[in-house]
């Protein structure tokens, strides 16, 4: 008997459902887990967790923080790249600032909560705190000082082309000393919060200074990746730590090098990528080979 063709279709169409549910919701799925447990897999496929004194400390895969309850970088510890996922380093909020290259203007409330610091201002603020931890300049291209973003709103007298009537720096707000006494003439003045100079008709005009082109403090001590989770840092961010560590350790930094180079992975197939230091295994080998005191 043959079946009305809207009821072959039916039948047609489970018979695909049928078949695609046993392939992708029973068989991929077990291939999937079966791989997982191949040698050379299986510690990945676990989450590559890594134990320290029978406790599980963290994983391989996931950077995290080394700071005290206040958010403080702790001395004998190497330190980890920014992250802007969550709070720091959430799986799940990963993510990055999505700020790019022109987030040059802070915003400034009369509200504390309501202000945010532009990625300029981010990077300039790190690289300064960086430069204190680790005894190195912090100086930054684009970067005042006190660790904002060197950025002037000039006004003009004919809008665009005219000779400078008012001169702000954008990013600087009482106490602060401006970064400039004068641009063109005109004497630089302080933000006050909640005025749009963007709207007031300020141009926004980046001050480069008189900082090095290549700054002490690499680029990923001053900036997140793009998930937010990254647990490698540069090995020229590890190599401006050693020093501190060492000495926090009260050992010779060769020693801690010696580590360094022995947690430090070439380019993945010889030319992909970037050398990088894994930051939790680091200090999880510091602690055991150079434990403090």
Request: some cysteine.
């Amino acid at each position: 008997m043959r079946l009305p063709t809207w009821l072959s279709a039916h039948v047609a169409a489970l018979r695909a459902l049928l078949v695609f549910t046993v392939l992708l919701g029973l068989a991929y799925p077990l291939a999937l887990v079966g791989a997982g447990r191949l040698p050379g897999l299986r510690d990945r496929a676990d989450g590559s967790l890594l134990t320290a004194d029978g406790r599980t400390v963290g994983s391989a895969l996931i950077g995290q923080a080394f700071t005290d309850a206040d958010g403080e970088p702790v001395s004998r510890y190497f330190q980890s790249r920014p992250s802007a996922a969550g709070a720091g380093y959430d799986p799940t909020a990963t993510a990055a600032s999505n700020l790019g290259p022109e987030s040059v203007l802070d915003t400034l409330a009369e509200d504390p909560q309501g202000s945010s610091r532009s990625l300029l201002s981010q990077v300039c603020a790190r690289s300064r705190a960086v430069g204190e931890l680790e005894g190195v300049d912090g100086q930054r291209p684009y970067c005042t000082d006190d660790g904002v973003g060197a950025v002037l709103a000039v006004f003009r007298a004919g809008g665009l082309t005219g000779p400078a009537t008012r001169v702000v720096s954008a990013n600087q707000i009482a106490p602060a000393t401006p970064f400039l006494a004068t641009y063109e003439g005109v004497a630089v003045e302080l933000a006050r919060p909640g005025e749009d100079l963007v709207a007031a008709g300020g141009l926004i005009v980046p001050v480069r200074g008189a900082a090095p082109d290549i700054p002490a403090v690499p680029a990923d001590a001053v900036t997140a990746s793009g998930s937010g989770l990254d647990p490698h840092i540069s090995p020229a961010y590890a190599d401006i730590q050693v020093a501190r560590v060492a000495r926090e350790r009260g050992v010779a930094p060769a020693a801690v090098r010696r580590l360094v180079a022995e947690h430090t992975r070439g380019r993945a197939l010889g030319f992909l990528g970037a050398p990088a230091v894994n930051v939790l295994e680091l200090n999880l080998a510091l602690d055991e080979a150079l434990p403090v005191g």
